[in-house]
């Protein structure tokens, strides 16, 4: 990257005190970072629309007293919309700037491309700034860019959004799949659901490859108790009951519900990664 890298703006942005969030995504197709800033005066709601109020006269002394709050919150209410304002004028005045910005309840949320346009808006208004989104480092931003889609009518066993498929090599069982596993088993359990993950790990265990030439590759059933019969000399363990284990599995998926572990596995095991996808119902189609 020629411009200032994602891991070096997020150096400098918690160095000045600002929170800065990894993103799960790529923001409105284009924009990687999101900036939130607060408003000069918290608790007034959002800068746009009508105000208004009623008060009762009958009580000139409270009626006045009612009259000078309502005044005062609107003068906090103007100063808010009037340094919405020229924040916004502030950012529409960088060079070659591209950003889109929005109200976020009374926060104002700007989306930007480019990180160098990021630390000049943090360096400006770093005391009212809420917190900087975007990747971590060069790696994630490739990661979070390529946000694949598939449609369905149901999401994975009703309940998960992202799936991750992982290669049937020696290489991934012996480095990364125990690493994916324990991470998986620090979750909570309702977010994932593993298929054979466990079983290649076991395969590779019992046999040391998960070649199919080799000829300590002898039929077994595992037990509903769990137990091993051996139909020869050998057979890998696993987890499921009364299953033939004469091959290792053809196929190795993680479905998971929370898009920062699907984010995080694709960091940790990216290489190993044959397919992955995010589950967009049709019914969620505007």
């Not at 591209?98 to 808006?121: I, Q």
């Not at 199919?212 to 037990?223: A, H, K, R």
Request: proline share 5%; net charge neutral.
């Amino acid at each position: 990257m020629t411009e200032l890298s994602s891991a070096k703006l997020r150096e400098e942005i918690i160095a000045v005190g600002v929170k800065y969030i990894p993103a799960e995504q790529i923001f409105y197709t284009d924009f990687p970072y999101k900036i939130e800033l607060s408003p000069k005066f918290r608790g007034l709601g959002g800068v746009s629309g009508k105000k208004g109020c009623k008060i009762d006269i009958g009580n000139p002394v409270k009626a006045r007293e009612e009259l000078f709050a309502f005044n005062e919150r609107m003068e906090k209410i103007l100063s808010n919309v009037e340094y919405r304002l020229e924040i916004r004028e502030f950012v529409e005045r960088l060079p070659q700037v591209e950003y889109k910005t929005r109200m976020g309840g009374e926060n104002n949320l700007f989306y930007f491309r480019d990180p160098d346009m990021v630390k000049v808006v943090v360096e400006r208004y770093s005391d009212v700034i809420n917190s900087v989104t975007g990747p971590i480092n060069t790696e994630h931003a490739g990661v979070i860019e390529k946000r694949n889609i598939v449609m369905r009518d149901k999401l994975y066993y009703n309940r998960f959004r992202y799936y991750l498929e992982f290669e049937r090599s020696n290489d991934f069982v012996l480095k990364t799949a125990p690493t994916v596993l324990e991470f998986l088993n620090g979750v909570d359990k309702d977010n994932w659901r593993q298929h054979k993950l466990e079983s290649i790990i076991s395969f590779y265990n019992i046999h040391g490859s998960l070649s199919t030439n080799s000829s300590s590759l002898l039929t077994g059933t595992i037990q509903s108790n769990g137990a091993v019969w051996m139909g020869g000399g050998g057979a890998s363990i696993s987890p499921y009951s009364n299953i033939p284990v004469r091959f290792p599995p053809r196929a190795v998926i993680v479905y998971l519900t929370d898009p920062q572990d699907y984010v995080y596995l694709k960091l940790l095991a990216g290489e190993h990664i044959v397919s992955n996808h995010e589950v967009m119902l049709f019914t969620e189609l505007s």
